[in-house]
């Protein structure tokens, strides 16, 4: 493929977040040229990359910021879209009206194809968002888009088990012998950027892509951090499945967070969060990143800053 038949620029609202940004020096890295929205602009130290003030609430304002582009990618923070629930569809109105060809929606999470086509426990309504998002992209507004799944992000994996390392326990559902898929962020930005670099824009549109990073269980990861740090196990005190779906299933809309965490542990303990295939080989990406060695990088940086 030649670099005129690739997409060439690329917006990234929000890609001064935790996954925006690799993904936004990724594209760089590889030739990209990419627009960071930010909601205050700065100088960039990249040739590739220009920092754009946005005003997500104003659409006519964000058509003529993405104007010029062939991809716009949302990596804006979820408090984002909590504080102002029409920003994604906002968003992609404004994208479509900018004649931009292609939209990465805010997915980023489990497979939540999966878990609706699985249907053995009952889809959140945040991961219904998601689904109906697609359609909407699809059907109503006819923009093409690419969701990206990439599991838990691996610096979330310590909120997801309830790792304490202070009482050195951690707090699960079930078992805990399920893997689960978790992405690093420097992988994610590295898939973004293979997959643009290694697909023709006609394979991808109007799907999903799955990366990986590493497809591990609680007690792996557990088993492996004891180990890595010299200490005894941790200390399991588990929630039943009854329990995590009872929790799961109490959506308070002002405290999204009470519901998604028992939720999400579902996810992964009932092997919602797996999946035997990811896209990591047809985009030509090979992870690089380990969770346990995540949590204790992001460990070590969190004490260094004390
Ligand atoms: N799978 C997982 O485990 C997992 C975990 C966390 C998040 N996620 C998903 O990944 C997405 C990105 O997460 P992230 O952690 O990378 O995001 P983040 O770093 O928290 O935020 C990304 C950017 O959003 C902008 N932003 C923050 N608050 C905003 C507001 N109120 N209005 C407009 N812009 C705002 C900020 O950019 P500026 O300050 O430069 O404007 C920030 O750098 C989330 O939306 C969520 O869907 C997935």
């Not at 977040?17 to 930010?38: C, D, E, H, K």
């Not at 590739?48 to 946005?54: K, L």
Request: no cysteine; charged share 25%; glycine share 6%.
């Amino acid at each position: 493929m030649t670099n005129a038949q690739r997409h060439q620029r690329f917006a990234v609202a929000g890609g001064t977040g935790q996954i925006g940004l690799p993904i936004s020096q990724s594209l760089a890295a590889a030739g990209f040229q990419v627009t960071v929205l930010s909601r205050t602009a700065k100088p960039s130290s990249d040739k590739n990359i220009v920092y754009t003030a946005a005003d997500y609430s104003d659409e006519s304002a964000l058509v003529e910021v993405l104007k010029g582009h062939d991809v716009v990618i949302d990596a804006l923070a979820f408090t984002a879209i909590l504080a102002d629930q029409d920003l994604p569809k906002r968003l992609a109105r404004a994208t479509k009206k900018a004649g931009v060809k292609l939209f990465v929606p805010n997915d980023w999470s489990f497979d939540m194809e999966r878990v609706a086509e699985r249907n053995d426990i009952a889809v959140h309504p945040i991961a219904n968002a998601e689904l109906d998002y697609h359609k909407y992209l699809q059907n109503e507004l006819k923009l093409p888009f690419l969701g990206i799944w990439t599991g838990i992000f691996t610096a979330y994996v310590p909120m997801l088990l309830s790792i304490d390392f202070d009482t050195h326990t951690a707090s699960f559902v079930g078992k805990g012998d399920t893997p689960f898929i978790s992405t690093g962020y420097g992988d994610i930005g590295r898939f973004v950027a293979a997959a643009f670099t290694n697909l023709a824009p006609s394979q991808l549109e109007n799907r999903t892509l799955r990366v990986v990073s590493q497809l591990k269980s609680p007690n792996e990861i557990l088993k492996e951090l004891a180990g890595k740090l010299g200490s005894g196990e941790f200390k399991q005190d588990n929630m039943s499945i009854e329990e995590a779906k009872e929790k799961a299933s109490n959506v308070d809309f002002s405290n999204m967070f009470e519901s998604m965490l028992p939720w999400l542990k579902l996810v992964a303990e009932t092997g919602n969060g797996g999946g035997e295939n990811n896209d990591n080989a047809l985009v030509h990406f090979e992870p690089k990143e380990s969770i346990v060695d995540t949590i204790l990088a992001d460990r070590r940086a969190a004490s260094d800053k004390q």
